[in-house]
Structure formats: C-alpha cells, structure tokens
C-alpha cells in the first residue's frame, strides 16, 4: 500500500505570497491532519478534516486554511506569507479520526519564505 | 488545555545500556499517549501506544496517571535505536478529531 504523499517536497515563497500544500492519504484513510514543525515550536497541529469537513482546528491564524476533496486528499493554504511561516508542513492520516487509528505521517512539505 | 514536556533534549548512552525516554503530560481529562520516532532521513512514525500495551522493537511505555508521566524504557539500547522520539498526547473519548499534542522531542544517541 502506498504511504502517505505530499507535493511539492520544496517550496520558497517571498512575504506577501500565498502557497498551497496537497496531500495525498493512504487509500481508504478518510482523516487527514495537519503539522507545523519548526526547530522553535516542535509539531504543532494545524486543522484535522473528515469527510470534506474541518472537525478541528489549532491555534493558527485564518491565514491557514485548507479543504478536503471528495477522493479525501487535502491541501493546505497560507495566504500572505510571512518570514515566521517558514516551516516542515507534515500531513498525517487515518483510517478514521480517533484514539484507537494510528496516523501515518508524510515526508512533509519544507517551506522556506524569504 | 494539554501539554506534554520532554525534559531532555538530548540523550547520550552506549550500547548495551538502558535507556529511558522521559515523557511528563497535563491534562485534565483521559488522555491517550503515543510514542512516535523518526530515524534519520526517514518520516515520522509511530512506535507505540498506551492502549495496546505492546512492546515494540524492546521498548515499553506505562502511563502513571499519579505522576503524569508516560516513560519510554528499554533494558539494552542498540545503535539503530538512534533517533529523535516524540511523546504525544490525544484526548480520549472520540472527540479528538485527529489532534496530537507533542512534546519538543528527545534525541538519542546510542554510542557503539
């Protein structure tokens, strides 16, 4: 089974731009969640969809959004980039949200804003 | 809210020797507690979880709710245990909706 995918590997922006993130789950994985990692602030949850829906979210600003598409891949926007954005974006997924569903990690996105 | 502290950011040991991941968690609820590791040039992956008890590559973990502590143990580290490991935590219930918290992380040197 093929794990989790995520596009682009590499991305540099300047400030002000807007950038999308795609992740591709696991097939048959409905849940998809969100990382931020930076050497500062370790992991940090983003936003966690099911079903199209957004059931979470973390403590980020609205410049992070993302959506769900019906074959369950996401993508995640930032709009309006600033030099604190730059980061691993890691996407996870699993079966279904929950205690009891492991959540397979992506290679994750590096995202460098200058 | 929740939070989860790994007191050591780096942890040293030579071959052969136990090693012990220290893991302290807040949370006013159930939680449910991970340890996931990633080994060099390689993602992020889960090594075990509260609820399945399990022992996974001689590795243990057990919850001690008095202390609020969740441990990863091993009596005789290897060298390809070499890696950063990072505690989580998951409320309990079903309304986590795919939330982890995680610890900053601690990364383990096992010396030949």
């Known amino acids: 089974k093929a794990g989790v995918t995520q596009t682009p590997r590499y991305l540099i922006k300047t400030r002000g731009q807007q950038v999308t993130l795609s992740c591709s789950p696991i097939?048959?994985?409905?849940?998809v969640s969100w990382y931020q990692q930076t050497p500062g602030q370790g992991l940090q949850f983003l936003f966690e969809y099911f079903s199209e829906t957004q059931r979470n979210k973390g403590n980020f600003p609205g410049r992070f959004s993302g959506r769900q598409f019906s074959n369950s891949r996401s993508e995640m926007n930032v709009s309006t980039l600033e030099l604190g954005d730059s980061a691993l974006y890691l996407c996870a997924s699993s079966l279904v949200a929950g205690v009891s569903n492991e959540q397979f990690f992506g290679p994750g996105t590096r995202l460098t804003v200058l | 809210a929740q939070r989860v502290t790994q007191p050591e950011k780096l942890l040293s040991v030579f071959k052969g020797a136990p090693v012990e991941l220290k893991c302290n968690y807040s949370y006013s609820g159930s939680p449910e507690l991970f340890w996931y590791v990633q080994y060099s040039r390689q993602r992020l992956q889960l090594l075990l979880r509260h609820i399945s008890r399990e022992s996974i590559k001689g590795f243990t973990a057990d919850l001690n709710k008095g202390e609020t502590s969740f441990h990863l143990k091993k009596p005789f580290a290897q060298e390809e245990d070499s890696a950063m490991y990072y505690c989580a935590l998951m409320r309990a219930g079903g309304t986590s909706y795919g939330k982890l918290t995680f610890g900053q992380g601690t990364i383990l040197t096992v010396h030949p």
């Open positions: 097939s048959g994985h409905r849940s």
